[in-house]
């Protein structure tokens, strides 16, 4: 069974830093595209950051230079370092996993974590 | 970047109407459009993918047509179950991106 199960969330003061994990079950993180989405309060969906199974990493406007994604293979996880927070950085962080396929027909997202609280706030 | 935007924000039906939900692409997306639906405080799910096809487990009275640039989401039969907002996704290249979001909600 597919399982993601973000943390690392918090109240972190503006300037300030989180990185945030994605641990997946039932599925090897390294063999597929994986996807950081934000959802501040009463807000939409927002993309952050893609990487795709080979590596290929994306970034929205609003983050990038400011946040990186990663995976470890020994541990099955999914990271986003967060740094320079903004207030405007505040939402609910979601993982999720791509869908089977190739290139960029696998960018859909089938399985999604529960989130994580991200509180940007002096 | 390709902006989606949906139409209408939101709507009120009735149970058993049919409700439709339109995506459009402000460039091709040939079908790279994925639909999710999020319940009022619950994690967003999967519903349609290449802009047609049903995920597994997803009642058959929702379906997903379009291609190029304008795309629709309808359900067959409104459901109680079926209040949510529902999002659409472009996924042809980077960025990601979703649409707005529609509230849909039983009158």
């Known amino acids: 069974e597919v399982q993601l199960l973000e943390s690392g969330g918090g109240l972190v003061q503006p300037g300030g830093s989180l990185r945030l994990s994605c641990a997946a079950s039932g599925f090897t993180v390294s063999t597929y595209a994986m996807i950081w989405v934000r959802q501040a309060p009463g807000k939409g969906l927002e993309w952050v950051s893609d990487?795709?199974?080979?590596?290929?990493?994306h970034f929205a406007d609003s983050v990038n230079g400011r946040f990186s994604i990663s995976r470890d293979k020994s541990n099955n996880t999914l990271y986003l370092q967060m740094n320079s927070l903004r207030a405007e950085d505040t939402a609910v962080y979601y993982c999720?996993?791509?869908?089977?396929?190739?290139?960029?027909?696998?960018?859909?997202?089938?399985?999604w974590g529960q989130g994580t609280l991200v509180t940007v706030s002096s | 970047d390709i902006q989606m935007t949906q139409s209408p924000s939101s709507l009120s039906a009735s149970v058993g109407d049919r409700v439709t939900i339109t995506c459009r692409a402000s460039?091709?997306?040939?079908?790279?459009l994925a639909w999710y639906q999020q319940k009022p405080g619950k994690v967003p799910k999967l519903l349609i993918y290449?802009?047609?096809t049903l995920q597994s487990g997803v009642p058959s009275r929702f379906s997903g047509s379009g291609s190029g640039t304008d795309f629709t989401l309808t359900i067959s039969s409104l459901q109680p179950e079926d209040v949510a907002t529902y999002y659409c996704q472009k996924y042809n290249n980077a960025p990601v991106t979703f649409g707005p979001g529609t509230k849909v909600e039983i009158k």
């Open positions: 990487i795709s199974g080979g590596g290929t990493t």
């Open positions: 999720a996993k791509g869908g089977a396929g190739s290139g960029w027909s696998k960018y859909f997202f089938d399985y």
């Open positions: 460039q091709g997306i040939s079908n790279s």
């Open positions: 290449a802009a047609s």
